[in-house]
């Protein structure tokens, strides 16, 4: 049976003309100017957050004449395009999380006045959830989608060299190795993404807009010259869309999240930021404890960089990996950190999954409660129907394991076909330590308070409200979840 099943997990399946998935801001940035470049109808773009000064190309490679910053090169494309129709519709974050980031995305509001450029902040979301969607569409025709902000603290190369003197912040100061995942995708599947930017500006402003004129056969913003991953085939979008004041509650994702894990076969590699739904952890466990299931590699930050996430976020991620490993019985358990070739650890802020050679998910949304069913959330999945999208698929997850231990994708798959897994082409590759295991520390009497009760993490209004309803409610879920496993 299909994993990508409309109405259940997921909301559209569309035809893809050409799909590229895009490893680290350096590629992205990169890619996203060049794609602007040939936007001539119509460009949605809705994020988390925001900064129009951020620089698409700190490494110099940028069109002649052109700014780099993504707010004056939006500003100089309306120019010179006067057609052009470009809104950017971003969430109202609170004021505690926009003073981290020197009051953006509020103070974006200022740099657009006067121009034809729309810019809107979005507060369509129960008070404490956000818009976490991060999605750009152009001419409906190709869209970017997955884990990355437009933000000036971002760009990084899949290097993540300990000293970059292009990794720097507006402000002029450096900031710590990153990694991302987004994912283009060109054709029918890009409309669909149009359909949902333009449903959220409709729900934020009241007002309606109109699809993108259909361009002239053999017309599109795709990059000149960049290859395609996989062509001609078919796309999912999946969402998280919290219930709330008539809205239809959404939990596409959730539901992908746990048939995946119950389909795997052979492997399943993640990349995440967080990792604390009891929903997963039980999912992963029930699998864990089968004498013959799936390796699990899971990828994350060996801390996180926020203090608020290191008191909510991190004690919930210790409790989620000591029952991981009671239930590893076998040992097919790998939870990892990357470093850089100096020992600097860098920030993993990628949701991705590939399972097997069968499905690989590019998303916004994290393996924690909130984005479970609290936040907004969207994704791109490409499920396998033949040898090219299992190509496509394998050698992605080969591409992101391999850049973590600064070898080549061949040599990853050349280990797993010499070890026999992909646990075993990690020991084998993994010989400077590159990649290093994430030790749950002791929890406190705090530590255990938040961990019992996700505080920061609810999965739904009502238990945003209601912390003991909500721990009843989640771990009964997760019992249940195990007993169907």
């Keep these: 049976m299909a994993l990508l099943r409309p109405g259940d997990t997921c909301w559209r399946v569309e035809d893809a003309r050409r799909v590229t998935f895009l490893v680290d801001y350096q590629d992205y940035y990169t890619t996203l100017a060049a794609a602007l470049g040939r936007a001539t109808r119509q460009v949605l773009l809705i994020g988390w957050s925001f900064d129009p000064r951020t620089r698409l190309a700190p490494d110099g490679v940028r069109r002649a004449g052109s700014p780099d910053e993504i707010g004056c090169l939006l500003i100089d494309l309306s120019k010179q395009?006067?057609?052009?129709?470009?809104?950017?519709?971003?969430?109202?974050?609170?004021?505690?999380?926009?003073?981290?980031?020197?009051?953006?995305?509020?103070?974006?509001?200022?740099?657009?006045?006067?121009?034809?450029?729309?810019?809107?902040?979005?507060?369509?979301?129960?008070?404490?959830?956000?818009?976490?969607?991060?999605?750009?569409?152009?001419?409906?025709?190709?869209?970017?989608?997955?884990?990355?902000?437009?933000?000036?603290?971002?760009?990084?190369?899949?290097?993540?060299?300990?000293?970059?003197?292009?990794?720097?912040?507006?402000?002029?100061?450096?900031?710590?190795?990153?990694?991302?995942?987004?994912?283009?995708?060109?054709?029918?599947?890009?409309?669909?993404?149009?359909?949902?930017?333009?449903?959220?500006?409709?729900?934020?402003?009241?007002?309606?807009?109109?699809?993108?004129?259909a361009l002239e056969k053999g017309e599109s913003p795709w990059p000149e010259g960049l290859a395609a991953d996989v062509s001609d085939t078919r796309l999912a979008i999946a969402r998280t869309v919290p219930g709330w004041k008539g809205r239809e509650e959404v939990r596409e994702i959730s539901a992908l999240t746990t048939e995946a894990i119950a389909t795997a076969t052979q492997a399943l590699y993640v990349e995440n930021q967080y990792f604390t739904s009891p929903l997963v952890t039980e999912a992963l466990a029930a699998r864990l404890a089968e004498p013959k299931g799936p390796q699990v590699v899971l990828i994350s930050t060996h801390r996180s960089p926020s203090y608020f996430d290191q008191l909510t976020m991190d004690r919930?991620?210790?409790?989620?990996?000591?029952?991981?490993?009671?239930?590893?019985?076998?040992?097919?358990?790998?939870?990892?950190?990357?470093?850089?070739?100096?020992?600097?650890?860098?920030?993993?802020?990628?949701?991705?999954?590939?399972?097997?050679?069968?499905?690989?998910?590019?998303?916004?949304?994290?393996?924690?409660?909130?984005?479970?069913?609290?936040?907004?959330?969207?994704?791109?999945?490409?499920?396998?129907?033949?040898?090219?999208?299992?190509?496509?698929?394998?050698?992605?997850?080969?591409?992101?394991?391999?850049?973590?231990?600064g070898r080549p994708a061949a040599d990853v798959a050349s280990a797993r076909a010499r070890t026999g897994s992909l646990i075993g082409?990690?020991?084998?590759?993994?010989?400077?330590?590159?990649?290093?295991?994430?030790?749950?520390?002791?929890?406190?009497?705090?530590?255990?308070?938040?961990?019992?009760?996700?505080?920061?993490?609810?999965?739904?209004?009502?238990?945003?409200?209601?912390?003991?309803?909500?721990?009843?409610?989640?771990?009964?879920q997760a019992r249940a979840a195990r007993r169907e496993a």
Excluded: Y
């Design 81 to 213: 395009k006067p057609g052009l129709d470009i809104r950017v519709l971003v969430w109202r974050s609170a004021m505690a999380i926009s003073a981290t980031q020197e009051g953006f995305p509020h103070r974006a509001k200022a740099w657009f006045r006067n121009t034809v450029v729309d810019f809107r902040l979005d507060d369509t979301v129960p008070f404490g959830a956000c818009h976490h969607q991060k999605v750009i569409v152009i001419d409906d025709t190709v869209a970017f989608l997955g884990s990355g902000d437009i933000c000036g603290d971002r760009w990084d190369t899949t290097s993540h060299l300990d000293r970059d003197a292009r990794r720097r912040n507006p402000a002029g100061g450096f900031h710590p190795p990153r990694h991302e995942v987004m994912i283009l995708a060109e054709g029918p599947i890009a409309r669909a993404l149009g359909d949902l930017a333009r449903t959220r500006w409709r729900e934020a402003t009241g007002e309606t807009v109109a699809p993108s004129p």
């Design 316 to 405: 919930t991620r210790a409790v989620f990996i000591w029952r991981l490993r009671a239930a590893d019985i076998f040992g097919r358990l790998r939870v990892l950190a990357p470093f850089t070739a100096e020992g600097a650890p860098i920030i993993v802020h990628a949701k991705t999954m590939v399972v097997d050679d069968i499905l690989a998910r590019v998303s916004s949304a994290n393996l924690n409660n909130r984005s479970q069913g609290f936040d907004t959330e969207c994704e791109l999945d490409l499920e396998a129907r033949g040898e090219g999208e299992r190509t496509a698929i394998t050698l992605l997850r080969d591409r992101l394991l391999g850049h973590w231990l």
């Design 425 to 476: 082409a990690i020991e084998d590759l993994n010989r400077r330590g590159r990649l290093r295991p994430i030790e749950p520390t002791r929890l406190g009497p705090l530590g255990e308070f938040i961990a019992t009760f996700h505080l920061g993490d609810p999965i739904s209004v009502a238990d945003s409200w209601a912390p003991m309803r909500r721990r009843d409610r989640l771990f009964g």
